[in-house]
Structure formats: structure tokens, C-alpha cells
């Protein structure tokens, strides 16, 4: 199988005076279509790691390559347009704008590429919000939601542009167990459907267990990576 | 472009009482200035015309005061042309007598000293040997119109006049003592056939009588005359002009700089209250030129409606202002001149400065780095 991540050598270490290195040295490989999660203490690394993966942090050293591209000379605009294009984003809070309706969010990926909004386009946006369950909510305001449909919003959202990867931070987080169900089955979903990858952190072992391959990180560290078939 | 504009219209529109307020201080900022510049522009040109409406703009006499052979005097620039012949007289009537001044004015003498306007009683001298005389001077001498007064020179000519009209000049010396009459009149009666003692003009501009009066010194062929302006003659009007047009700047600068800093100051919090939403967005891919890009036209928006509420706010404060400030004849105390010009450069300041007020936040927002927000948040 083609891997669609692969980090080399990352290193990252915080602070100018006071130097902390929170990652060593990592090397991953991520393949196509697969479903991830990645494990380990709290403050073990993972949150950094993942924000290194999503270009939305730079790594000390190392590289990251990205579908085939390599991201360590690209600027700040050309990694913003990789980031819309190929990666979406799931976070332990919702993060959508509030000034925008459950609509307008899932949309918003779409018209930061600056293309026009047609009727191809909108039927999408209503279909992700019909398979994330929330025809009902479409036209509330971000605000006007429940937690999990806020979760919910924000996972359609990431799947607007068809990107390849989707990066989710503690994505059930804030929810009870119920929902934090449904949002896996979601993902899961989503995964077999579109063949899109998944790289999730989770701090529920019950969780990690339904994926295809989970890493461990301690101290900045991988210390477990184990494949596995549940199907 | 459109992206960042309608992201700008929905984060304004979002915070609707704090877009609002923004928008009335920009309006009030605008208001005041237009209602400042209209008024004192409007104090000033009232000054002026009441200054220099009705006398002459640039004269043309003798160097020793003696008559001289009228010549013709042309410019596009000038409103009115008036030859005139003047000198002391002794006026005698049957009650009374007085030193009186006679003026004789040819055709554009009722153009240049407003005279139609200012008589009480009677009408203007058109033939020969008719008079108009000065308020003062009809009391003292008992004058009705058509009453005949007999005026006598200093080289002791005498002729008859009739007295058509009675003109209220404003002014008690003058009123005491002029006695207007046609150009040939005063003529003859002085014995200076075809000579005049004095050229007066009015011209378009008032403010460029100086240099018309250059340009006409250099064309006069006549030696020994002397050509005056206005300007000249009212240096103490003009500074008190200069420093009302001055401090009427200053406070349009003062107005400006705190809508500046007000908008500044505002646009700075809410690239704060919505750095989250920035973080968000560039995580989801917009460059760094779209996230300044949305504050620009948030002041942008804002300066536009602040602009064009406080154009109406100042011209509804000028419209009170000359409904009821009203002199007890009806007429306005101050007359205004709506300066279209003056009226959208006010506006265009507003939205300008509106726009450089937005460069902060719009910096600040494009070195936001969506990290901080998600690391926190
Ligand atoms: N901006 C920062 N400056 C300094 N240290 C940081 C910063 N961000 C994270 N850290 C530290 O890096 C370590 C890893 O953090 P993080 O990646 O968030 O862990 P996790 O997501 O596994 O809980 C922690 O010890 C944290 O305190
Ligand atoms: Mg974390």
C-alpha cells in the first residue's frame, strides 16, 4: 500500500532559554485509506505530533511528506493550500465560526478555495450533513447546537473538500460515551466509504481497539505500533 | 476577495450593537465636521459679502486725486465696471443746508453699490440733474422725492436737482453726506467734461482681486494712477479670516484623529474576540493576505455606513440650523452654501481614515499563527 504520510526525524523542542524537547526523533509511516489512532499519557506528545502531521505546526527538525510532498521549503500560503486542499481537521472542540449556520460552516472549506458555490456543490454540503445526521440543524447557528452536533458539523466540515487525511484531536472528547459511539461509527464509516485516512488520538482504550493500527507515544517517543484486523 | 468580504459583512453583522456603535461615533465624527466646515465657511463668506458685497473690489483714482480721461477697463473676471466722478459739494434746501459728497455713477453703479436694494423710497437717477441722497441727509435737509435742492461747488457752480429716491446706506457718515447721481451729472456740475476721478470694479472671486489688480496696473498706459484692492485695505479682516480657517482645521484634525483612534481601538478588540475564528479559518487553509484581507473591509464597511449616516447627521444638523437660527426678518443669521465638494471629501476622509484604522488588526490578524489558537482553545 502507498503511504500517504511519512514523517522523518522529527524533532521538536519548545522554548528559547528553557529548552523542552517533547518529541524525538519520530519516524511514521501512514498508509492510504487507513483508520489510526494514536495513544499515550497526557503530555506525552501526541497533540504536537499531530499539529507537526497537519502542517499547522513547524517541526525543530525532520520532514514531513504529504501525498508524495515534501512540506519543509513550502511557505506559509503553499502549506495553507495543502491544509485546504488534502487535510481536515477534527478537534476536541468544535471550533466552528458562530457566525455561521451548520451549513455554512460544512461549506466553508469549500469557499476558502474561492471557487464558486453551484448546485453540485450545495447537494454535497447537504449530503454530508445528511450522513452526519443533521438535515434538521443545517440552518441553526453554530451556536444554536447540542455538543455532538457540533462535533458532528465540524467532522462534515473536514470531509468538505474530499480531503485524503483527516487529522481528529480527541474528537469525543467533550461528549458522553453514547455520542462518542456514533462519532466513531461515523468515522468509521467515512473511512470504508470515501477511503479516506484517519489519524485520531484517543484517550479511550475502547476506542483505540476498533482501529486498524495503533501507536503509542510516551515521552515523545513511539514505544508500541501494532496493526490489527477487526473486520 | 469575496471570500474575506462577505467573512468581514458576517462578523460586522454578528456583532450588531458594537458594529453599530462604531458606525454612530464615525457618523458623529463626520457630523461635526461637516457642520463645522459648512458653518464657518458660511460665516465667512456672510462676513465677506457684507464686507466687500457692495463696494468696490479694486479702484482706479489719480495719484493726486485729480480727474483723468476715462479708458475702457475689460476682464472676463469683472462683474461690474463703474466710472465715477466725485467731489464736495454744498447742498441747499429750502430748510436747510449741509456738506454733502456728490457721486456720479455710470451704469454699473447700481450693480456694484446695490442701490436698487437699498432705497426706502423713490427710484434710481436716470436723466440728468436727478438725485438720490442718503437717509441721514434727507432727515437734516427735510427732503421729499421730487423736492428740488440746489447744490453749489467749492468753485462755486451751482445746478439744480431733484431728488427721486432716498437710500438707506448703512452707515450714519455716509448716510449723512452722499448724494448719488448719473455719471454726466456730477460732470458737468465739477466741469470735467469727459474726465473721471475714479474707476471702481467688483470682480467674480473676491479673493483674487489682488492679482486682477496686478494684472490691471500692468496694463494701464495712464501714468499717475493708482489701483487698490480690497485685500489691501482690509488686512485685519483677512488674518481674523485666516485664523478662523485655521482653527476650524484644527478642529476637523482633532474630530478625525479620535474617530481614528476610536475605530483603531475597536477593530483591535474584535481582532482579539475573533482570533479564534482567524485560527480556524487559517487552519482550514486561508492565506495570510485573506485573514488581514477581512479586516480591512470590516473598516472598510464600516467607514462607508459612518460616512454616509454622518453626511446625513450633518446635513439634518444644518438644516435645523438654518430653520431656526433665523434673523427677526426671516432671513437665515447665516447663510450656507451646501458644498457638495466639501460635503464628500468629508465623507471620503471618514472612510479613509476608517481604512488606515483597520491596518493594526488587519496586521495583527495576518501574523496570528492558527497553532496558538488551537493549542488553547
Ligand atoms: N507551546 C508550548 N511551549 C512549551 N511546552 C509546550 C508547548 N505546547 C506543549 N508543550 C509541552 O509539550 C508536551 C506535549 O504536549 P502535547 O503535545 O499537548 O501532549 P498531549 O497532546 O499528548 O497531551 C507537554 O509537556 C506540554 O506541556
Ligand atoms: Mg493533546
Not at chain 1, 522523518?8 to 483508520?35: A, H, M, P, W
Not at chain 1, 510532498?69 to 488534502?86: G, I, P
Request: no cysteine.
Amino acid at each position: 500500500m502507498d503511504n500517504i504520510v511519512e514523517i522523518r526525524n522529527i524533532k521538536k523542542i519548545y522554548g528559547d532559554k528553557v529548552k523542552t524537547q517533547v518529541l524525538f526523533d519520530l519516524n511514521l509511516s501512514i498508509e492510504k485509506g487507513s483508520f489510526n489512532s494514536i495513544i499515550g499519557q497526557s503530555g506525552s506528545g501526541k497533540s504536537t505530533l499531530l499539529n507537526i502531521l497537519g502542517t499547522l505546526d513547524r517541526p525543530t527538525d525532520g520532514e514531513i511528506v504529504i501525498n508524495g510532498v515534501n512540506t519543509k521549503s513550502m511557505n506559509a500560503n503553499q502549506l495553507a493550500k495543502l491544509r485546504n486542499e488534502t487535510l481536515g481537521f477534527i478537534f476536541q472542540f468544535h471550533y466552528l465560526l458562530p457566525e455561521f449556520t451548520a451549513l455554512e460552516n460544512v461549506l466553508m472549506p469549500y469557499r476558502i478555495m474561492g471557487k464558486k458555490i453551484d448546485d453540485k456543490v450545495m447537494e454535497r454540503a447537504n449530503e454530508l450533513i445528511e450522513l452526519v445526521g443533521l438535515s434538521k440543524v443545517k440552518n441553526n447557528l453554530a451556536t444554536q447546537m447540542s455538543g455532538g452536533q457540533q462535533q458532528r458539523t465540524a467532522i462534515a466540515r473536514s470531509l468538505m473538500n474530499n480531503p485524503s487525511i483527516i487529522l481528529a484531536d480527541e474528537p469525543t472528547g467533550n461528549l458522553d460515551s453514547d455520542t462518542t459511539e456514533q462519532i466513531y461509527d461515523l468515522m468509521r464509516k467515512i473511512n470504508k466509504k470515501y477511503n479516506t485516512t484517519f489519524i485520531i488520538i484517543t484517550h479511550d482504550q475502547h476506542v483505540a481497539e476498533k482501529t486498524d493500527r495503533i501507536i503509542e507515544v510516551k515521552d515523545g517517543r513511539i514505544i508500541m505500533d501494532v496493526r490489527r484486523n477487526n473486520d | 476577495m469575496k471570500f474575506a468580504f462577505s467573512v468581514a459583512k458576517r462578523f460586522l453583522g454578528y456583532n450588531k450593537g458594537q458594529t453599530i456603535m462604531i458606525m454612530v461615533g464615525i457618523a458623529i465624527g463626520v457630523s461635526v465636521q461637516i457642520f463645522i466646515g459648512l458653518l464657518i465657511t458660511g460665516l465667512q463668506e456672510s462676513l465677506i459679502d457684507k464686507t466687500v458685497g457692495s463696494t468696490p473690489h479694486i479702484t482706479i483714482t489719480q495719484q493726486d486725486e485729480l480727474s483723468f480721461y476715462d479708458f475702457e477697463v475689460k476682464n472676463d473676471e469683472f462683474t461690474a465696471v463703474v466710472y465715477q466722478a466725485e467731489g464736495p459739494a454744498f447742498a441747499i434746501s429750502e430748510s436747510d443746508d449741509a456738506s454733502v459728497l456728490l457721486r456720479g455713477l455710470s451704469e454699473d453703479g447700481d450693480k456694484l453699490y446695490k442701490l436698487s436694494d437699498k432705497l426706502v423710497e423713490g427710484k434710481m437717477p436716470s436723466l440728468k440733474n436727478d438725485v438720490i441722497v442718503g437717509l441721514g441727509l434727507q432727515e437734516k435737509l427735510n427732503l421729499d422725492i421730487n423736492d428740488v435742492l440746489t447744490l453749489r461747488t467749492i468753485s462755486n457752480q451751482t445746478v439744480d436737482v431733484k431728488v427721486v429716491g432716498i437710500v438707506d446706506l448703512k452707515v450714519d457718515s455716509i448716510n449723512n453726506s452722499w448724494v448719488l447721481s448719473t455719471l454726466p451729472t456730477a460732470q458737468s456740475l465739477f466741469s470735467i467734461d469727459d474726465e473721471i476721478t475714479s474707476i471702481a470694479i467688483q470682480v467674480k472671486d473676491v479673493f483674487t482681486a489682488d492679482t486682477l489688480s496686478e494684472e490691471l496696473k500692468s496694463e494701464i498706459t495712464v501714468s499717475d494712477l493708482k489701483v487698490i484692492n480690497w485685500k489691501e485695505q482690509n488686512e485685519d479682516l483677512l488674518s481674523g479670516l485666516n485664523g478662523q480657517s485655521i482653527s476650524s482645521i484644527m478642529i476637523q484634525v482633532f474630530v478625525l484623529i479620535s474617530v481614528v483612534l476610536g475605530i483603531a481601538s475597536v477593530l483591535a478588540i474584535t481582532v482579539l474576540q475573533k482570533s479564534k475564528q482567524i485560527g480556524i479559518l487559517k487552519a482550514m487553509g486561508i492565506p495570510d493576505n485573506t485573514a488581514s484581507l477581512i479586516f480591512l473591509f470590516q473598516g472598510l464597511i464600516l467607514g462607508v455606513y459612518g460616512a454616509i449616516l454622518g453626511v446625513l447627521f450633518g446635513l439634518g444638523l444644518i438644516l435645523s440650523f438654518t430653520t431656526f437660527a433665523r434673523n427677526p426678518d426671516g432671513t437665515a443669521l447665516i447663510p450656507i452654501n451646501f458644498d457638495l465638494q466639501f460635503i464628500l471629501f468629508s465623507g471620503s476622509i471618514a472612510i479613509l481614515s476608517a481604512l488606515i484604522a483597520s491596518f493594526i488588526p488587519a496586521a495583527r490578524s495576518k501574523k496570528l499563527s492558527p497553532i496558538e489558537v488551537i493549542r488553547n482553545g
